[in-house]
């Protein structure tokens, strides 16, 4: 699993790349209540915002970490937004983004240096 | 913890939506304390006073019976709102409670108008118990409170201090704001907060339980520019004063008369994406007609719920209407507040 400075997490599975939110971002956020997912087989941007999150307290975006195609989303969270507090590591995945070469990943932070950036 | 209007205040304790449905299940505990306390003490008799503060507000004070408490609201001079507040006849003074960010305007306002008999309370601390077991657990404590109707205010005597206690709150539900005397207010929260159905509630839940319960957040729902009417508080001007003496008498009279241009009204967003205060409306054939003024998610309702001003036209119940969230348009139904049936003692 990597991390993003944004607090989300990424895991690879095959060719892609799923993509989520910490628990401690979930924390921080409080009760979700909404989610808005892009829509499948969209190109995307580093930094562009992808998707939205409605806590009781606020919107927050989710930002896509790495140009790419969006192959998959989390139909899940648009009936059971909960699941973002409930499981944000596991179950509440948001999107899986197909990349041009999975070795992106090496630039982000592995769990101890995410560890140290939330300390 | 976030600052609001000064003071330190927590968001939430255990997560605004827990919080929200703890107080509508059983009882939940506020620290208002920053909300502004006032006791106006008539410098001849009552009736004199309750005459001057009927020149400041539409509401009737002369009416008010001892030992009951009434909403008041007061008016500028060009008919719009300079703060909502609860007042409470003790006898022999007036018992007043404004909002925190309004507290020094108000003081400086009334004491303008009323001078010295104006006296604001720097030594109490205020604390709302709320919920459908706020009165069996707030009367371990006062016996007392279990007879109170809705509105009835008393003084008890406590190990805590005296205590000023009314049946009211800012919830829906009901339940029971306390003045207490600095000294006991630790002392009092503390042996709520030891019974098994009271837990502490933030600022959070404060908020989406006055937002289901339709009752307005003085800065967003009403301001200055609004007037009652508008706001939808006809119901707090009692018939004895439709015939005007009050700041703000013109406006008010002619908008009770011909109804206002634009109105307070209750949305319920037909999608689950909440609608927040700022988000614009439109009519279906695409005509701005409106704002959000507090919206959210409602979790006793469980889905979005906001409220906002539409012009008058399209302000009937059951009208579809289109928000803008992120720049899509969503629809939305204008709906009677409050969402959730009030549960007061009356």
């Not at chain 1, 969006?70 to 995945?93: K, Y």
């Not at chain 2, 009552?46 to 909403?71: C, D, I, K, N």
Request: hydrophobic share 45%; proline share 6%.
């Amino acid at each position: 699993m990597k991390y993003t400075e944004d607090h989300e997490w990424l895991r690879v599975e095959g060719d892609y790349i799923v993509v989520g939110i910490t628990e401690h971002a979930a924390t921080q956020l409080g009760d979700v209540v909404f989610v808005e997912l892009p829509e499948v087989e969209t190109q995307v941007a580093a930094g562009d915002e992808i998707v939205v999150i409605e806590s009781v307290k606020a919107a927050s975006d989710i930002l896509a970490p790495i140009d790419g195609e969006i192959v998959e989303v989390n139909d899940e969270l648009a009936v059971t937004p909960g699941l973002v507090n409930e499981d944000p590591t596991g179950r509440a995945w948001f999107f899986k983004l197909k990349v041009d070469d999975l070795d992106v990943l090496d630039q982000f932070m592995d769990e101890d240096e995410y560890n140290d950036l939330i300390g | 913890m976030v600052p609001f209007a000064g003071w330190e205040m927590p968001v939430q304790f255990q997560g605004v939506m827990a919080e929200h449905l703890h107080t509508r299940a059983k009882a939940g505990l506020f620290d208002v304390s920053h909300m502004g306390q006032v006791l106006i003490r008539p410098a001849t008799d009552m009736a004199t006073l309750a005459a001057a503060l009927e020149l400041l507000m539409p509401v009737s004070v002369a009416a008010l019976p001892e030992g009951r408490q009434r909403y008041g609201l007061l008016t500028n001079e060009a008919g719009g709102i300079r703060d909502d507040l609860m007042f409470a006849n003790r006898g022999d003074h007036f018992y007043v409670v404004v909002n925190a960010g309004c507290k020094e305007a108000d003081i400086a306002h009334l004491t303008a108008h009323l001078g010295d008999q104006v006296c604001p309370v720097t030594d109490r601390a205020l604390l709302a118990l709320q919920g459908p077991q706020a009165v069996d657990a707030l009367s371990v404590l006062v016996p007392a409170v279990a007879t109170m109707r809705f509105m009835d205010v008393i003084t008890a005597d406590t190990v805590y201090g005296p205590l000023w206690i009314s049946r009211s709150g800012y919830t829906g539900e009901d339940g029971f704001e306390i003045s207490v005397p600095f000294g006991g207010a630790d002392g009092l929260a503390r042996a709520l907060l030891a019974m098994e159905d009271v837990a502490p509630i933030g600022l959070g839940a404060r908020d989406s339980l006055r937002l289901e319960a339709g009752l307005c957040l003085y800065g967003h729902d009403i301001d200055e520019a609004t007037s009652p009417i508008e706001a939808g508080l006809n119901w707090a001007i009692q018939k004895s004063r439709r015939t005007g003496g009050f700041a703000g008498d013109e406006r008010i009279l002619r908008e009770l008369a011909d109804g206002p241009e634009r109105r307070r009204v209750g949305l319920l967003p037909e999608g689950r994406a909440p609608m927040r205060e700022g988000t614009q409306l439109f009519a279906e054939d695409g005509t701005p007609v409106g704002i959000v003024t507090s919206g959210g998610f409602g979790p006793s309702v469980g889905a979005p719920v906001a409220m906002g001003y539409v012009a008058a036209s399209h302000a009937t119940t059951g009208t579809t209407l289109l928000g803008e969230v992120r720049g899509k348009r969503l629809p939305l139904t204008i709906a009677p507040m409050p969402f959730i049936p009030p549960s007061y003692k009356r």
